[in-house]
């Protein structure tokens, strides 16, 4: 099981899909949901510089178009990893299949792309399953079709 | 795992059965049921409860978003459509205006036609007069043409005239002249005498004949003056 889990998706309709599902399938206790990158790069910054570092989730959700923020998820996703180094588990949750933006994400960083569908369950399930590789930083880069 | 006091779980069971209400959520999988079998239970029961919960918001909430997502598309389409249906309308108002435009400049060259047609019509009455005046100019030198050339004739007749009377007027004074001094001097004038009488009838002859002719040309020329338009 995970120990937490931070969702950042403008969608709130999703938010209630994703921690119903995470309920469901035991993949996480603790659950965070946020509707803009702008809030979770504030909260990256604040545990980067002041901590405390046990506050920080595990693993990240990032959509890749989340409207109202004043950037993207792979920008966020690059925030994360190059400029607060916080060595989360992060990547991307989007009802999107584009290859281009696949590979821009995989530069930023991400470790996995799950796309969005009625159907996440399974996909989600799958994403526990090969959890630890991602945790470990030996699993290579993956979609979740 | 946290574990409960006895006094709250008692609580909490009493809670369940009396009124069916359980503790929901996350909470229930951290709760250490520490070898209570009516404990562990009630949890069991609430986790499955909890889950049953969850699926059914998990079906609605997928319903709701999978309509959402329809309304989603629906707006897109709609507003696709209103683009469309925009851009049509304006395309008939251009088409529209471009059919004015046309139908002026059509106008325009209407009445440029049927100025045209005027100025044609005013350019073949002036061609048509100038073609009278023309002829009528044409007429005119032939006439003067005539003229000149009746003058002329008329002249020359006229001359050979003159000269023809000078002549017979001289041959007819020298032999009057010759006859008279023959007469006077005694001379034998029978020859003579009929000769001058020959030559003065001749003469006479011819003179009528030369202003006969004269009057019938001069008649001649009249008759065909009158006869030109």
Not at chain 1, 56 to 78: K, M, Q
Not at chain 2, 34 to 58: A, C, H, M, P, Q
Not at chain 2, 134 to 154: G, H, I, P, Y
């Amino acid at each position: 099981m995970i120990d937490s889990i931070l969702l950042v998706d403008d969608e709130d309709l999703f938010h209630l899909v994703f921690e119903d599902a995470c309920s469901l399938l035991d993949i996480t206790l603790s659950l965070q949901s946020l509707t803009s990158s702008d809030e979770a790069e504030k909260l990256f910054k604040k545990w980067f510089k002041e901590g405390p570092v046990e506050e920080r989730p595990e693993c990240v959700f990032v959509d890749l178009n989340i409207i109202g923020s004043s950037f993207d998820g792979i920008e966020l996703i690059r925030k994360i990893n190059f400029e607060y180094g916080n060595n989360v588990v992060i990547g991307i949750i989007s009802s999107s299949n584009e290859s281009e933006e696949q590979a821009n994400a995989i530069k930023a960083g991400a470790q996995f792309w799950i796309i969005k569908s009625d159907d996440i369950e399974p996909r989600l399930e799958e994403f526990r399953k090969d959890y630890d590789g991602y945790k470990n930083r030996t699993a290579p880069f993956k979609i979740y079709k | 795992m946290i574990k409960i006091d006895k006094k709250t779980k008692d609580q909490l069971l009493e809670m369940y059965k009396t009124k069916k209400i359980s503790l929901e959520g996350n909470i229930l999988k951290v709760i250490d049921p520490d070898g209570d079998v009516e404990f562990e239970t009630y949890i069991k029961e609430s986790i499955e409860k909890d889950k049953d919960n969850r699926r059914k918001r998990l079906d609605v909430t997928k319903q709701v978003q999978s309509k959402n997502t329809d309304l989603v598309k629906s707006e897109k389409e709609n507003d696709r459509v209103n683009k469309q249906l925009k851009s049509a309308l304006e395309e008939a108002e251009e088409s529209n205006k471009a059919m004015l435009v046309a139908k002026q400049e059509a106008e325009l060259a209407l009445e440029d036609a049927q100025k045209a047609k005027i100025d044609a019509e005013n350019a073949r009455i002036e061609a048509e007069k100038a073609r009278h005046e023309a002829e009528q100019a044409k007429n005119s030198a032939v006439n003067d043409l005539e003229l000149m050339q009746k003058k002329t004739q008329f002249e020359l007749i006229g001359n050979i005239v003159k000269v023809a009377l000078w002549v017979i007027l001289g041959v007819g004074i020298t032999t009057t002249i010759v006859y008279v001094i023959s007469l006077f001097a005694g001379f034998n004038t029978d020859v003579i005498g009929s000769s001058w009488v020959n030559i003065m009838s001749i003469l006479l002859t011819n003179a009528f004949s030369i202003i006969g002719t004269l009057m019938g040309m001069k008649t001649m020329s009249d008759n065909k003056d009158q006869r030109q338009p």
